[in-house]
């Protein structure tokens, strides 16, 4: 009975190793493994509460925007903040749209597209625009250097790549642009807040700054460009690789329960009112869309390098942050994981521990289950090009998590531009107020959920004595990279890896693929 | 002259000249500097390759990387280096990825871009396929042609390494030269968190048109890069010297008249790093531009510069208004230049920490 270790997982943020017992060509049993721990909540332990959110965006270098933001409320409640004024609420929205406009570009193209697109088969291609003859000629330099770069040991003459070489010399060019259209995106966000990764310019209370007429135009101007791409290359790129490669959408169920916190505060700035709502679907009841709350959300340790938690959930503001590292298995021989195996701990929700899946996926299906128009009408679209016509269940699948990071992107495009016309239009009533000064109070705890490009965040702060006497991230990997709980129930990952089929286990493809559709 | 050269195949003339000199610009080279840049790349027989290892990261310094606009990212991995092993961008995983560095770590020269930081109290707080950072740093330090720290994490340990530092994080170089048994390591330090995409090209170009490694300062950062303050250079300077200050963010002296940001926190004056000349993500802005400072590029900021929008400290200056930045310099008691040719910037401003503060230094790992 095989075992095959993939570690490094490559074209992720941080580091992941995943084991998985393979029988009869498909897997029957997965484990992850995050192998790496910095001790952030430990860090942030007694520090000025002002300072937090800039230490909590270092969790991601990926995506350091939400996890500003996301900390910087959970500040803000636990200094005692409901609101803040409302331009700095569309300056948040703002950080956000130019955030997913990169993300989900970066993951569709850097991270996933090898998993379908064969870089040395685009040779074989017949271009016909000098654009791609020229594309096509570097690309034939680099071969014959002997000098692969990044293209180098990769399993290119897998089965499983099922693209025409045409196709796939055209999406290696697209793979080039999205270098470009990433980078429009985040010079949109360095331009309001300084420079990304590691924006520099929110504050507990609001902003540091209002934004400039000027920089509000570099903003549009960007995000227009970024809309064109994601209307003319992305969608239908992914429209196109979707049939080619659809026995995907048989692939990678998972556990059935999502989890959303919600994206884009609207002037109420409630979490259920957010164009993307809050919202958890549970056993794949799409039409039955509950609201989530922050404070049942338990984290669990038997499997995870940190002290027990004697066998319960804990909130996490009390859950163990004391690490106990013991040993990884190695990668040959037959030894299977078993005790404590991976740096994330299991998060779970609720009376029953649920785990839930966060991502895209959730936060369209939260939004289509909660009748949101725009994302009803895409979603609709999508399923009837794809073939599925009123089957929203066959997104619950690897094609689903893929697809979904797309739809996300075209929602946050065609939004982008609301932010600017409303902070426009509170100037011109006279409106400029940006931040809110409250001084650090004494005590105080509070929390803040957000949706991630990856899915589910969440952060929690206690002040004690005028400083930070608890801190705890909940990001999207202690969900759906989190090990199994005390109960020995797998995360979703390790679940929505079994039954993946296994066509070469010298050469897991598939295995890989599965992973990236969760953008781990 | 042909229209395309070998090792840069694919881009015209016109285009490569520019690059090259952009980069004498960067470089401080000048007119003259853009034909050396020239020459040197255009004689060179195989594309520098380039191993990138990540230890304790966010991964910000290889996002940062993808922002890097001159050379284009797709000029500079298809014709300036070769990426031969990242593992954020490569194609290859698991046992075939660590087939590829293998091949290349036994083989040719390469250059060993660090990023992140080595975790020494608990080994096992990282690992790479069953490796720890300590191993792979033990392995790959004496086969690089040089190493390369890339950013604030592998150059000095950055906020791994604050206080309590609970997994021992350390830079490269620390790790060496206390763990390693290294006397005296050569790690080109490139500081700021995220690490900027710049620096790197720069500092590569450097090393292949000298065929030397540029001269470091006492915290191991490349002189050409990293001789002037924030300060030295920020477009704010003057309302410094008029004594014009933001007292309270979100107001217009910020956003619309940029005043100088120092009583909101700017670390500007006690900070090193070229971000006011070569700025942040295709030159559309630095941080300064929204936001105070926070001395990023400088050695266990996030326990000397923080709160990070509480003025730098050292007490009130006496007489703030209409004095010179050498004044205020020396109130301060920060590093200028006696203090950066005794003790270093980072020692410097530490020392000031431990007498003003009266707390002792903090020494767990982290510096240089
Ligand atoms: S203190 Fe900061 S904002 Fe003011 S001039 Fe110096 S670097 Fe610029
Ligand atoms: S301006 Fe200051 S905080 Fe910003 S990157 Fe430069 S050194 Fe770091």
Redesign the interface.
């Known amino acids: 009975m095989p075992k095959v ?11 992941l190793r995943v084991t998985c017992q393979v029988e009869d060509g498909q897997v029957v049993d997965a484990w992850n493994h995050a ?6 909540e ?2 942030m332990r007694d ?2 509460p ?2 937090a959110w ?2 909590a965006q ?5 995506c ?1 925007t939400p996890h500003a933001h996301t900390s910087v409320v959970a500040t803000e409640r636990a200094m005692g903040i409901e609101r803040v004024p409302d331009n700095a609420r569309i300056i948040r929205n703002m950080f956000e749209a130019t955030h997913v406009g990169y993300d989900h570009i ?1 993951w569709f193209y ?2 996933n597209a ?1 998993d379908y697109v064969n ?1 040395p088969d685009a040779l074989n291609a017949s271009p016909t625009t000098p654009a791609l003859q ?2 096509q ?3 034939r ?2 071969v014959e ?1 002997g ?10 003459d897998h089965p499983g790549y099922l693209l025409e070489p045409d196709q796939n010399l055209e999406l290696v060019s697209h793979y ?1 642009q999205a ?2 259209i ?2 429009i995106s ?2 949109a ?10 924006v ?2 929110f ?1 507990p ?8 007429i000027e920089e509000i135009q ?1 903003y549009i101007g960007a995000m227009e460009r970024v809309k064109d791409f994601v209307d003319n290359v992305m969608v239908p790129d992914v429209l196109a690789l979707a049939p080619v490669y659809i026995e995907l959408a048989e692939q990678g169920q998972g556990v059935g329960n999502y989890l959303s916190w919600g994206l884009y505060d609207d002037a109420s700035q409630e979490p259920a009112n957010r164009v993307l709502p809050s919202g958890m679907i549970l056993d794949r009841r799409i039409t039955d869309v509950q609201q989530p709350d922050l404070n049942e959300v338990r984290m669990f340790t038997k499997h995870s ?1 940190y002290a027990d938690d004697a066998g319960q959930g804990r909130h996490p503001l009390d859950a163990s942050q004391d ?1 106990q ?1 013991t ?2 298995p ?2 040959e021989g037959e030894t299977l994981p078993s005790g404590k195996y991976d ?1 994330s701990t299991a998060a779970r929700y609720g009376e029953r521990n649920l785990p839930m899946e966060a991502g895209p996926l959730a936060d369209m299906l939260v939004a289509y289950g909660s009748g949101r128009e725009q994302v009803v009408s895409l979603v609709d679209q999508t399923l009837a090009d794809i073939g599925a016509e009123g089957q929203p269940q066959v997104l619950m699948s690897n094609l689903g998590r893929i697809a979904a990071r797309v739809l996300r992107e075209k929602v946050n495009v065609d939004f982008a531009y609301q932010w600017a016309q409303e902070l426009l239009d509170n100037y011109g009533n006279g409106d ?4 809110d ?1 409250v001084d650090v109070p004494d005590s105080g705890e509070g929390a803040a959920g957000w949706s991630a490009p990856r899915g589910a965040l969440a952060h929690y702060m206690r002040i004690e004595g005028g400083r930070i006497g608890a801190y705890a991230a909940v990001p999207p990997t202690n969900w759906n990279l989190s090990p199994r709980d005390d109960d020995d129930v797998r995360g979703p990952l390790e679940q929505t890896l079994i039954g993946v089929p296994v066509e070469d286990p010298e ?2 493809l598939e295995i ?1 693929r599965t992973i990236h559709t969760f953008d781990p | 002259m042909s229209e395309e050269m070998s090792a840069f195949r694919g881009v015209t003339r016109r285009d490569f000249l520019k690059y090259c000199t952009w980069l004498a610009g960067v470089m401080g080279l000048g007119e003259a500097g853009m034909a050396r840049v020239a020459s040197a790349l255009e004689a060179a027989a195989r594309r520098p390759s380039v191993v990138w290892s990540s230890f304790q990261v966010c991964t910000g310094c290889a996002i940062q990387l993808l922002q890097a606009r001159e050379p284009t990212v797709q000029n500079l991995i298809l014709q300036q280096i070769s990426l031969d092993y990242q593992d954020n961008v490569m194609a290859a995983a698991g046992s075939a990825a660590e087939e590829v560095l293998r091949q290349v770590t036994e083989g040719e020269d390469f250059y060993w871009v660090v990023e992140g930081s080595v975790a020494t109290g608990i080994p096992g707080a990282m690992t790479v396929a069953g490796r720890t950072s300590m191993e792979v740093v033990d392995e790959l330090y004496p086969k690089a042609n040089a190493t390369i720290a890339m950013g604030s994490c592998a150059a000095y340990g950055n906020i791994q390494a604050a206080r309590p530092n609970p997994t021992g994080a350390k830079g490269i170089a620390a790790y060496l030269r206390e763990d390693g048994g290294v006397a005296d390591p050569v790690v080109v330090n490139l500081p700021r968190c995220p690490g900027h995409g710049d620096d790197l090209i720069a500092t590569l170009t450097y090393a292949l048109v000298n065929g030397e490694l540029p001269e470091l300062d006492a915290v191991g950062r490349p002189v050409f890069l990293y001789g002037q303050t924030i300060h030295d250079t920020c477009f704010r300077r003057g309302h410094f010297e008029a004594g014009r200050f933001v007292e309270r963010f979100g107001d217009e002296s910020t956003g619309d008249r940029d005043w100088c940001l120092y009583k909101v926190g700017c670390k500007g004056p006690v900070t090193y790093a070229p971000c006011g000349r070569n700025l942040w993500n295709g030159n559309v802005s630095w941080c300064v531009n929204n936001a105070p400072c926070q001395g990023c590029a400088e050695p266990d900021f996030w326990d000397e510069l923080t709160p990070f929008y509480d003025q730098v400290r050292g007490g009130d200056l006496p007489g703030l208004y209409g004095v010179t930045a050498e004044q205020i310099g020396i109130g301060l008691g920060i590093a200028t230049a006696a203090g950066l040719a005794a003790h270093g910037v980072g020692t410097a401003i530490r020392s000031r920490r431990t007498t003003r503060a009266g707390e002792p230094g903090r020494r767990e790992g982290g510096e240089l």
Do not use: K
């Open positions: 270790v993939i570690d490094p997982v490559t074209r992720i943020e941080g580091h192998t790496q721990f910095r001790g952030f430990i860090i520090r000025d002002r300072d800039q230490f270092r969790i991601c270098g990926v350091p970066l850097l991270l090898f870089v020229n594309l000629s570097q690309l330099a680099v250097s000098q692969l770069g990044p293209f180098a040991g990769h399993w290119w080039l270098i470009e990433q980078q985040n010079d966000q360095a331009r309001i807040g300084g420079r990304f990764p590691m520099m310019s504050i209370g609001g902003m540091q700054e209002r934004l400039e570099y390098w690490p590292y040993e990884l190695p990668i740096w400029m107020q940006v931040y000064a050469r897991p890989l």
